[in-house]
């Protein structure tokens, strides 16, 4: 079932304000059984206010059981089901980094390895070469020339380059030529459908000069391609919603998935009150904006419970200055889980709340793991919550008669 | 939305162990509004013990309101959607007498029926032969010889006995002969599709054979032919699952079940002891133990609400010897309720525990109906429980980057 089937048929304009603030990785787990989670032991009065006065429950990002990526984790949250909506890995590997993929393009993640003297693969990674050396060689194969296509490449870390090939008459299904293996050569770029067959050919003249202009390094000496993709095609928010959209974000991971979704990136916010700042300067220029807080997720996937309870602390700290510009509608979620216990995303519901004067509250009277499961959302998947929002925010028109 | 397009991808290999325990028929209904039910009536502290560490919820078998028989019920269980996957009722009715169906084989239900000198029906089911008089009359129509099939017949239970049909070219689609009235004369074998017209050849003249074999027959000298299937094709748990499977039941049917999807059938147990037993003797062999008990959905059918009582309390017994072996993850649940206020397999959601190290408990103290509503598992369809067993396992690789 696409709700967008539903949204865009039923959506209507008012004068509304709708805040989505995305925690991410914001679920946890206690750190022995029976006990609080990260969340649960944070001290968040202001979390715990809107629980009381919204309606709460837990997210599913995807299904009961999947871990999410970022990728799958943020379109879920922004009403795309992340199993029908897919981001390839050179899409979202060059969205990562700020690459702004238009429609003609093809991303490919590349690596640079070492090759011996009969184009064998001695190091599939090149030694694990720092940035510092990998940067300027990435920056070297700007000099690839292909008739008819226009090449970027882009340094990211370490062994890891983006390649993207711009032109017409580029589809992105073709196979990686990393083989998974040393001591072999790597394999030829080759299309698995007909529409990419010219892509395959752009590819294998990429590898030809990029090998010519690497043949004098002692260890970047050579590249594979993998995550062969174009740019996905998702409908925008104006389209599926009515909403003209802002994005809030820091990284430029979370700038580019919301692009993608067609809104717009506002301001060059580097901490929370920033980013209250520039929600403010914009309030009256969108309908929908979407705030993006990292830190939750990156102390979690340290493995660090008290920082992590930090982060929350001071991402609660914030909530005052968004809930002074009045939204209509405010939700604050995750787009995962990330466990300090497991040092990673992980599948459990995430703790959701979403406030404004129509919502019917529930009996929750904090924001946490536990009490959302006593919450007036249920547990469900994160592609409802933008439904959800629109009917809080007097959005969407009555279905049928 | 096939949960195995997920899990075939994502899988990956550990030492982890799981472990799932069928109670048919679990869940239950008080004896009047606002008592107890059948399991929160009995005394079961390992249950409770599993309850108050682990993670709570109320499967649904198959959809709200629906009844499901065995066979959807432990489809859904083993995650295989029940309305995507069926299993035909002559498929069903020979996995359910331990006959192993082949790729090559249509089921059929056959009854025994009473026909008079013109060939019309006087009594569908043959006066209710009783089954010491009909098995050697099925035994009889293994003469029946046709060429290029190899027929097998099997006795059932009064009336009720199953023919098999082996060979190649044999498709399942041929309508029943029964024509669910007397007075008229029976249908024949009418394929519903090109695929089986060979399969209603087959049958009409099994039927002409039959006919010949029963003449001298009172009561049992016809048969009609209903529920025509193949072995329903379901992927193996080693392909979708990655999980090299062992199913440990008692009665046929639910051995016939766990191999159709691709389970192997270990031990010989009679007991809930030899379960535990036949479970410890091959736990090194397998990473996955469905063990299925019986009896608390035969005293519901029976409308023995006490009888169901104490049919938990033995099931709560015997979950110790199953702890001792250490699962990663235990789930404890039921392919439907089966209320004995009902005496019969009816819709409510099923209670269910799953313990495992991260699972995230919930407020839950004690395994019952009512407490599970609280639970952190909430409300599910029983297809997830297996994503959520791989997950709780550690056997699932994040979706998307």
Chains 1, 2 share one sequence.
Request: glycine share 10%; hydrophobic share 40%.
């Amino acid at each position: 079932m696409d709700m967008h089937e539903l949204t865009r048929e039923l959506k209507t304009q008012n004068e509304s304000k709708i805040l989505l603030l995305v925690a991410d990785g914001l679920g946890g787990l206690p750190q022995q059984p029976g006990g609080l989670t990260e969340l649960e032991t944070a001290n968040t009065p202001h979390l715990d206010e809107l629980a009381k006065r919204g309606v709460c429950g837990s997210s599913i990002p995807v299904k009961p059981g999947i871990s999410p990526g970022s990728g799958p984790g943020h379109l879920g949250l922004f009403g795309y089901d992340p199993i029908q909506y897919t981001i390839g890995r050179g899409a979202l590997e060059a969205t990562g980094i700020g690459f702004e993929l238009g429609e003609q393009d093809v991303a490919i993640r590349c690596n640079f390895c070492t090759l011996d003297n009969e184009g064998r693969i001695v190091d599939r990674r090149a030694g694990r070469i720092p940035s510092e050396e990998s940067a300027p060689l990435a920056v070297r194969l700007r000099d690839v020339q292909i008739d008819g296509v226009e090449v970027f490449v882009e340094p990211v870390k370490e062994h890891r380059f983006v390649v993207v090939l711009r032109g017409p008459g580029l589809e992105g299904n073709v196979a990686d030529t990393d083989p998974q293996a040393t001591g072999v050569p790597r394999l030829k770029p080759q299309a698995t459908d007909e529409g990419s067959r010219r892509t395959a050919e752009v590819a294998a003249e990429f590898v030809r000069q990029a090998d010519q202009l690497l043949a004098d390094q002692a260890k970047a000496n050579g590249l594979t391609m993998r995550g062969f993709s174009g740019r996905p095609n998702l409908p925008s928010y104006e389209e599926v919603y009515g909403l003209r959209a802002a994005a809030v974000a820091v990284y430029p991971m979370y700038k580019g998935l919301a692009k993608l979704a067609g809104m717009q990136i506002v301001g060059q916010a580097q901490t929370l009150a920033d980013q209250v700042d520039v929600v403010r300067a914009h309030w009256q220029e969108f309908d929908f904006f979407f705030v993006h807080f990292k830190y939750t997720d990156s102390t979690g996937e340290d493995g660090d419970f008290d920082a992590k309870v930090a982060q929350t602390e001071a991402f609660d700290a914030a909530i005052p200055g968004f809930m002074q510009l009045g939204p209509t509608v405010t939700i604050v979620t995750g787009d995962h889980s990330t466990p300090s216990m497991l040092a990673s995303h992980s599948w459990h519901p995430v703790p959701t709340l979403l406030a404004a004067e129509h919502c019917r509250t529930d009996a929750c009277e904090r924001f946490g793991e536990t009490e959302c499961l006593r919450g007036g959302l249920g547990q469900f998947e994160a592609k409802y919550l933008m439904p959800l929002a629109l009917a809080n925010a007097g959005r969407l028109a009555k279905y049928g008669a």
